[in-house]
């Protein structure tokens, strides 16, 4: 995601993989993982914690300023150059509502987008197929691009 991004040094990928460390283990929790899947599941919640508090962070300070550029292939060609701030907290409130919709659709962009899988991995770790995941990323993309793309005020019910 921070692939080619100018805001890079201030939040690395490090940077992410020890903050979501973090809020995974603070105060020396032990958690009872019950498979590989929750784990990443838990750990691609975490990451999507901290990069959409970074871009709030980020927006607060400039609003509206730079573009993080974020190579996005869950969006598309259209989208791929970069998101705006505020359009990185918007992933995260568009999968929230798709999640209610079509929760597979959302646990793959969760996995995808914030955890950093691949194809491959997303169906090892959903314990589906990998067309099971095209076709579920191309929905959700769908959904993203329209999404992420309306008119400001414009209502559409997922």
Known sequence: MLHGD?????LSSGTIVHESFEKL?????VVEWQDR?????VAARAMRQVIIEHARKRGASMRGGDLIQVPLDVV???????LSIEQV????E?????AVKSPRAAEVIELRFFG?????????V???????????LSFAKAILRRELTRTPGENREL
């Not at 598309?76 to 970069?82: K, L, N, T």
């Not at 959903?126 to 579920?136: F, G, M, Q």
């Open 6 to 10: 100018r805001l890079a040094p201030a």
């Open 25 to 29: 283990f603070r105060g020396g929790c």
């Open 37 to 41: 899947a929750h784990f990443y599941f």
């Open 76 to 82: 598309g060609s259209q989208g791929a150059d970069g």
């Open 89 to 92: 907290i918007e992933v995260g």
């Open 94 to 98: 568009i999968c929230d509502r798709l």
């Open 116 to 124: 950093g899988l691949t194809v491959l991995e997303t169906a090892e």
């Open 126 to 136: 959903l314990n589906v197929s990998k067309t099971t995941v095209d076709d579920r």
